[in-house]
């Protein structure tokens, strides 16, 4: 009988403990996750798509403007493209170091219009390279439409402000907008265009 009892008293206890911290669940996850988490990789996606296609020969066609003026366009193939160039411009604007949690105000939406879950991270903060991270997925499989970056440079004599779009495997385009405190501002876009 007395074994019944610390039995019984011990399995209501464990429920009481249960209770009470799934009560706190969403507090203590949270909290984790703040510790824990990253932010979405830049660099971690690159190196999977390069993982992916990097084997896979296709032809560029890359498209340079600036200032509104002519377009001045080339074709190269992808083992030949300089691809360091490009990655480096991406890579600068990777915010998954964990010095960056609790930086970027992060919301989740959904677009019913074209079925894509969008995740969005804006910068807390005007001091930080990158300001806003949009991911777009397809909400039925899960792959990435497209990355949208944008970052800003800005040093006493002038501000650069930096583009970036990505769609999978179709294009690649970056923009960059330097305003100079003395002399002309400059907008070059650069496009890189897949045919595949």
């Known amino acids: 009988m007395k074994h019944k009892y610390k039995l019984s008293l011990t399995i209501l206890l464990s429920f009481f403990v249960l209770a009470l911290s799934s009560c706190k669940e969403d507090e203590i996850s949270d909290e984790y996750a703040k510790v824990q988490g990253t932010y979405f990789s830049v660099r971690q996606y690159a190196l999977d798509q390069w993982n992916t296609f990097s084997n896979e020969p296709f032809l560029i066609v890359k498209t340079v403007r600036i200032n509104s003026g002519k377009y001045d366009s080339s074709y ?5 493209l ?12 990777d915010i998954s170091d964990r010095s960056n949690l609790g930086k970027y105000k992060f919301t989740q939406f959904d677009d019913n219009q074209d079925d894509t879950r969008n995740f969005f991270y804006e910068a807390l903060d005007e001091d930080l390279y990158t300001r806003k991270l949009l991911i777009t997925i397809d909400q039925y499989n899960q792959m990435v439409r497209g990355i949208y970056i944008e970052a800003i440079d800005k040093t006493i004599f002038d501000e650069k402000v930096v583009k970036l779009y990505y769609k999978p495997m179709k294009r690649i385009q970056i923009q ?5 405190m003395f002399g002309e501002k400059k907008h070059t876009v650069t496009e890189y265009e897949f045919i595949r």
Not at 76 to 80: A, F, I, K
Not at 82 to 90: A, L
Not at 176 to 180: C, N, S, V, W
């Open 76 to 80: 190269t193939t992808s083992d030949t």
């Open 82 to 93: 300089n691809w360091g160039g490009i990655f480096k411009v991406f890579f600068k604007t």
């Open 176 to 180: 960059e907008i330097e305003t100079p």
